[in-house]
């Protein structure tokens, strides 16, 4: 009977890689190369294969291309077709979900989606053979071959996500004036080279660097460690934010122009979250963020060689929204004027309401709002690593970044680009699911993960300056959003969460109607001119 199973379960993943090869264009597409684990298959990438993302962008007025991915193990697969004009149409069938789209109604622009690129992404990046090195870069950053990347993320010193956590000046001690901090970390130098093989490998030079610092060196803050209960101590409010100008210096030197930095990352970690966050951190009440920012950090960084680097504030979890910078504001009057954006990161969305973005985007409407921070295995009853081949975690990707989409948000940022299969390295042992996980043990594949599918049918499709607008469906099983971009190109990210395969009726005004079907639990991006 075992036997049998497994070769019911070796025909059917077959069949599957079939399909996927004969749904692609004759364009040089390489399709996925599946590999089962107990929980769903994975992507395998090695020093001479790696899927990719290739396509030719429909040219004709009402011919569509759809992109799919499902549980059934679907990844990108290619198919084309053309609305039917609304005088040939035929009989609607009753059992069909409808999607209606109103592209009148007009909301926010979209800037680009992105990850980051830790120390624990660096370590691992360096521990790969070229050519696999290449080919992640490719499948993160290209936009012709990959999922089309536009933002990188990375922390300003160590983080969680790091061999052990380390600060730029971390000697001497109580020195105001940074004396020690003139030339870049080798870590860092490390991550520049990196990152500048990156942009030679994928062709792609407008990738847009956005900088966060966990903790200052310990000598700043009132409990003279990395983690725990802390405040900076006010006699270095000047010399944090002189900080930050000089790593923007340093890195601008090297190569590296920063487009944002944040206020800091997650800074309630250091006042209540310490009680179960055990790694860098820096502990703000907003009033006193709001007095350093208004104050010190604001003017400092207006006033410096690096002015147009942009500044977010908040950094931390939905439920700050938007009170945060309110309070901000009592602390310091101006302290809100000097913000370019807000950082929300996705941690607690399960219990923060999406409305508390909207709220937020109404309250500042001049105000960029990026997610900037997320991964899945962190809570309590999660397992706190990868889990290779989870459609679960990818449908939970999927559905919080429609929501954040569907509620003012501009801009998606991952959190970490590589892990291994632990879910690091990470110093404080805060593993986590990653999109791609490399093998830690040979060094010689690295597994795409269904999250990174789902990442992708938004980011390569969904290009800087689209705009979305209204799109509503008949079903709460079929979840979407819909944008125009700035080429004229309409894309709809559709979701069926339903455990059946659903066909859905797609009206256009301008174009009629298409009827596509979806498999069960699948996401799929439809492009067409």
């Known amino acids: 009977m075992r036997s049998s199973q497994c070769v019911s379960r070796l025909v059917r993943w077959m069949l599957l890689l079939v399909l996927q090869l004969f749904a692609q264009p004759a364009i040089g597409l390489r399709p996925c190369a599946l590999r089962q684990y107990a929980n769903g298959p994975v992507c395998v990438c090695n020093v001479t294969y790696c899927d990719t993302l290739e396509f030719v962008e429909p040219t004709e007025p009402g011919r569509f291309l759809l992109t799919s991915s499902s549980s059934a193990g679907l990844r990108f697969a290619l198919s084309e077709g053309n609305f039917t004009p609304n005088a040939q ?41 070229a050519p696999l090195r290449e080919n992640l870069y490719k499948s993160y950053y290209s936009r012709t071959e ?86 900076l101590k006010p006699e270095y409010y000047q010399t944090w934010a002189d900080y930050h100008v000089r790593y923007l210096e340093l890195m601008r030197a090297a190569g590296l122009n920063f487009w944002a930095i944040s206020t800091g990352n997650e800074p309630l970690n250091g006042v209540i979250g310490f009680l179960f966050i055990h790694f860098m951190s820096l502990g703000w009440t907003a009033p006193e963020q709001g007095r350093w920012v208004g104050k010190f950090l604001g003017p400092t960084l207006r006033k410096s060689p690096v002015s147009d680097v942009k500044l977010f504030g908040g950094d931390d979890q939905r439920y700050t929204f938007p009170w945060w910078f309110q309070l901000m504001d009592q602390g310091h009057p101006n302290a809100t004027s000097y913000l370019d954006g807000l950082a929300v990161h996705w941690y607690w969305d399960g219990v923060a309401p999406a409305s508390l973005l909207d709220q937020t985007a109404a309250r500042y409407p001049d105000k960029l709002l990026f997610n900037t921070e997320a991964s899945l295995g962190d809570k309590p009853l999660q397992q706190h690593r990868p889990i290779l081949g989870s459609w679960d975690r990818a449908e939970s990707y999927v559905l919080y970044v429609l929501q954040d989409l569907q509620h003012s948000v501009h801009g998606w940022i991952d959190w970490n680009l590589v892990l291994d299969e632990r879910g690091g390295p990470n110093y404080a042992d805060n593993y986590v699911e990653n999109a791609v996980i490399v093998n830690a043990t040979s060094w010689t594949e690295a597994y795409k993960q269904p999250i990174f599918y789902g990442l992708g049918h938004f980011s390569r499709f969904v290009l800087p300056g689209s705009v979305r607008f209204e ?59």
């Open 146 to 231: 990959g999922i089309g990347y536009r933002f990188m993320r990375i922390p300003i010193g160590g983080c969680d996500f790091d061999l052990a956590p380390w600060a730029y000046n971390e000697w001497p001690v109580d020195d105001a004036y940074l004396s020690n901090f003139t030339v870049l970390d080798e870590r860092d130098q490390a991550k520049v080279s990196q990152i500048q093989e990156l942009v030679r490998v994928t062709g792609n030079e407008d990738i847009r660097f956005i900088g966060a610092a966990w903790s200052p060196p310990r000598w700043m803050k009132t409990n003279n460690d990395w983690t725990g209960a802390s405040r």
């Open 89 to 129: 149409r035929r009989r609607v069938n009753a059992g069909d979900v409808a999607i209606t789209l109103h592209p009148g109604k007009r909301f926010q622009t979209i800037e680009g989606f992105g990850g980051a690129f830790t120390g624990a992404v660096s370590h691992n990046l360096a521990s790969l053979e």
């Open 471 to 529: 799109a509503r469906s008949s079903s709460s099983n079929v979840l979407l959003v819909a944008f125009e971009r700035p080429d004229n190109r309409t894309v709809l990210v559709l979701y069926n969460k339903a455990t059946s395969p659903t066909t859905v009726r797609v009206e256009d005004k301008r174009y009629g109607s298409v009827r596509v079907r979806l498999p069960a639990r699948s996401v799929h991006t439809m492009l067409y001119l």
